[in-house]
Structure formats: C-alpha cells, structure tokens
C-alpha cells in the first residue's frame, strides 16, 4: 500500500507540473519574476487544476509517509521527474529522446541513491529557537537572491534552470518551516499555532518559492525548468532539517561514498536534461 501511494503522489505531481508549466507558458510576455504573473495564473482554469492535482499528490504523500516513513517513501517520490517529461512530451505531441530519458532516470536514481544511503531520519525537535531560524532564513534568502540576480544576467535557456534551483531551495525551506508550524499545532493546538511566527513564514515563502518556479516555467520547457528544482528541493529540506531540527543522516565512509556518486550522477542528469531541452529549442527554431 505505501508504495501505491507513493508512486500515486508521484504521478500526480509529475501532472500537475506538467499542467502548471503549459499554463505559465502562455502567460503574457514580461511577466517573469513579476507578481503580476501570479495574479494572471490564479485565474487561469488550467493552472489551478495543475495546483490541485498536486496538493492531492501532498495528501497521498502524507499518507505514504505516515505508513512508510521517510526513508522509504521519500526515494519514490523523486520518480516524478519520470512522469512529468512523458505527459509533457505527450502534451508536445512528440517522444522523449534517448538523452531526455537518460537524464531523467539519472536525477531520479541518483537522488534516489544518495536517500536509500543516506537514509535521513527527522529530528524529534521541531521549535528551534527563533535566532536559528532567523539565520537559515537569512541564509536561504541571500542564496536565493544572488541566483536570481545572477539569474536575470542569462538567457533564459540558462536563466530557467537557475530560477529552478532557488525555488527548490524555497521549497526545502517550506518544508522544514512545515515541520515546525505543525509541531505547534499537535503539540498546542491550533490556536497555539495561529500565534505562532511559523505558518506565516510558510506562506511567505511558498508565494515566493512558486513566482519563482513559475517564472522558470514561462521561460522554458519542463525540460529545463523543472529538474533543478526536483532535485535541489529535498537536499534543501535534508539539509536544513540536519541543522536545524535535529535529523540525522547516516556517515559511514561507505555509505557516504554511495551518496557521493548518487549526487554526481544526479548532476549529470540535470545537465543532460538542460541540454536536450536546448537541443529541442533550436530545433523548432529552424522548423520555425
């Protein structure tokens, strides 16, 4: 049963990824990075059925997770990446390449590799004190801010995947500020929770995380958008979870050699994925 879950939330936020990006591709130009580009997606049909399909890809997870645990729910997740491509491809009306298949399989095997190895385990804390988070979020932020200063210098074949990566790194924040909001609210309720600075951070920072991504999805194809931010989102939220939240993860040297290359082969991956998206582009280029 986890694993019909797990892969069922996978699927759906393959869809909705897929849904999400063929409707911000239509967004009127000079939109990137705007907030008008939200303003114009939430009321578009299309773009909130791709929301919703992936908010019940949220719950299916959930109860993935609350039946297999991190560890084993959490490598079956990264398969989205082999659902989205198809139903774009599809979408497109054409067949994924041999190079797209192969960076697709070598993101999801990679991270998947480096999560079975690693095998990440949460903390049992989840209030850190308030200057901790005011550090990480300051940190993530001035990361955040100089990918996307770096990210407006580029053409956007390039700028995309960066855009990619600083909305996986908002994402990863998102998710440990999750852990954090409900931790308040089952161990005070929500009242307790609604006081709280957390499920305010939470929303600040999925607005943020998804103009972000949005704007990477009106640049570019799924291709080149949406790899960077599959794979940099949880290692953001293992990361922050390690530091903040007292999560472990295991160090054995042979294990951290597996993790090593599992991170290798999913970097290979996403490079391989931003060159066929490319390749793709000039090739409808000259058709054109």
């Known amino acids: 049963m986890v694993y019909v879950l797990a892969l069922g939330a996978a699927a759906l936020f393959g869809l909705g990824s897929a849904v999400q990006q063929r409707a911000a591709s239509r967004a009127p130009e000079g939109m990137v990075l705007h907030w008008r580009l939200l303003w114009y ?5 299309l773009w909130l059925v791709g929301v919703g399909t992936a908010v019940v890809g949220n719950v299916l997870s959930a ?31 054409r067949r994924l390449t041999g190079r797209e298949w192969g960076g697709a399989i070598a993101i999801s095997g990679g991270l ?22 005011l550090l990480i979020v ?20 390039k700028e995309a995947p960066v855009l990619g990566v600083g ?7 998102q998710s440990a500020l999750t852990d954090t909001a ?11 929770m609604l006081l709280h600075w957390s499920p305010y951070a939470v929303a600040a920072v999925a607005i943020t995380g998804t103009l972000l991504l949005q704007s990477a999805f009106k640049l570019e194809p799924l291709e080149a958008s949406y790899p960077p931010l599959a794979a940099v989102e949880p290692l953001a939220g293992l990361a922050i979870g390690l530091g903040v939240l ?14 090593a290359a599992g991170l290798l082969v999913m970097t290979v991956g996403v490079w391989v994925l931003a060159k066929a998206a490319v390749a793709y582009e000039r090739t409808l280029e000259r058709g054109a």
């Open 138 to 157: 300051g940190l993530v932020g001035l990361i955040t801010g100089g990918l996307v200063k770096l990210a407006r210098h580029l053409a956007p074949e």
């Open 63 to 93: 109860l993935a997770l609350g039946k297999g645990g991190v560890a084993l729910v959490q490598p079956l997740l990264v398969t989205r990446l082999l659902f989205a491509l198809p139903i774009a491809a599809t979408w497109e009306r």
């Open 246 to 259: 007292g999560g472990t993860v295991r160090v054995a040297p042979q294990w951290l050699g597996i993790e």
């Open 182 to 192: 409900m931790g308040r609210l089952f161990d005070h309720g929500l009242v307790a």
């Open 112 to 133: 998947g590799a480096f999560l079975v190895a690693g095998r990440p385990e949460e903390g049992e804390s989840t209030d850190a004190p308030i200057w901790i988070w």
């Open 167 to 173: 909305a996986g790194m908002l994402f990863g924040l």
């Open 41 to 45: 997606l939430v009321r578009q049909r």
